[in-house]
């Protein structure tokens, strides 16, 4: 158990003043057995003429803003305070007909699970790739391959912060062997879902202790959940080969990307005003 702070900070800058069009945040960690929300403050400048907080399809927390006038800088402002179980187990507890691969979801299961088990990306590449994580000669024990997976992503593949907005496709990926956490995520996912396990796309915040050697610090984070029969959704995190919630803190869960957006919106001005945007995030560690 660890008490910790997630400050999160987003400024835009405009070469002129611009209106400013509705804005969604995906800021708030979602509560749960092992994430208990101690304080939550969100400061807006220039001040939004309504706040509104809504549950999206997922059960994820969005807060939408709307504004009037104009200006030259928008500015988020996102500090949580929360207390975190780790949830790392040395073994999780599957149902016994899931701790081997190949293995059937229950049918009562593949109406919630249909999305988490189609892939989005077409192309071989991933499959192929995926295969690799399979004992040719038997059955293969179920955590081992997400396992394998997870540590083979960090091993052979070069961690890259990416300013771009959007995600590369997961055969770029493979052929860069390089890519952003995001990238990682999405590689993971869809080869998951290529074997017939159901995955989500997570987004989040990691905590970096000193010489931790962890990546993705500073800004938002993201991995994927496997849903593994008996033990629910796990976390794996391939840009640091985590298995379980270890220093991950869920802020959002969806089957793409595009759906955990931590923050989106709109102006009302020429392109050439954007002048650019800065987002810090930082996590630290305070005494109970």
Not at 141 to 150: E, H, N, R, S, Y
Request: charged fraction near 20%; hydrophobic fraction near 40%; aromatic fraction near 10%.
């Amino acid at each position: 158990m660890s008490f910790l702070t997630v400050h999160h900070s987003t400024v835009y800058r405009y070469r002129e003043p611009v209106g400013l069009g509705e804005h969604r945040m995906m800021f708030r960690p979602r509560a749960s057995h092992d994430l208990r929300l101690i304080r939550t403050d969100l400061l807006i400048t220039p001040q939004p003429t309504q706040l509104r907080w809504l549950h999206d399809p997922f059960d994820n927390s969005v807060a939408v803003a709307t504004f009037a006038g104009t200006t030259s800088e928008l500015r988020f402002e996102s500090t949580v305070t929360l207390e975190h179980f780790e949830n790392s187990l040395p073994e999780y507890p599957l149902e016994e007909y899931a701790r081997t691969y190949p293995f059937r979801y229950a049918d009562e299961d593949f109406p919630s699970l249909a999305n988490a088990l189609a892939n989005h990306y077409p192309g071989e590449s991933v499959t192929k790739w995926a295969l690799q994580f399979l004992d040719p000669a038997d059955a293969t024990d179920t955590m081992k391959i997400l396992g394998a997976m997870t540590r083979g992503i960090r091993k052979e593949f070069i961690y890259t912060r990416r300013i771009e907005k959007g995600v590369q496709p997961p055969e770029e990926t493979l052929r860069t062997r390089k890519g952003s956490c995001r990238d990682f995520a999405v590689l993971m996912m869809e080869a998951t879902r290529s074997l017939g396990v159901a995955a989500r796309f997570v987004s989040g915040y990691i905590f970096v202790p000193n010489s931790s050697g962890l990546a993705g610090g500073g800004a938002t984070h993201a991995w994927v959940q496997a849903y593994l029969p008996g033990a629910g959704w796990i976390d794996f995190d391939p840009t640091n080969s985590i298995i379980g919630n270890r220093n991950l803190i869920r802020v959002a869960v969806a089957w793409t990307p595009e759906q955990v957006l931590p923050l989106c919106g709109t102006y009302d001005g020429s392109p050439e005003a954007f002048m650019g945007m800065d987002v810090t995030v930082d996590v630290t560690e305070v005494e109970g």
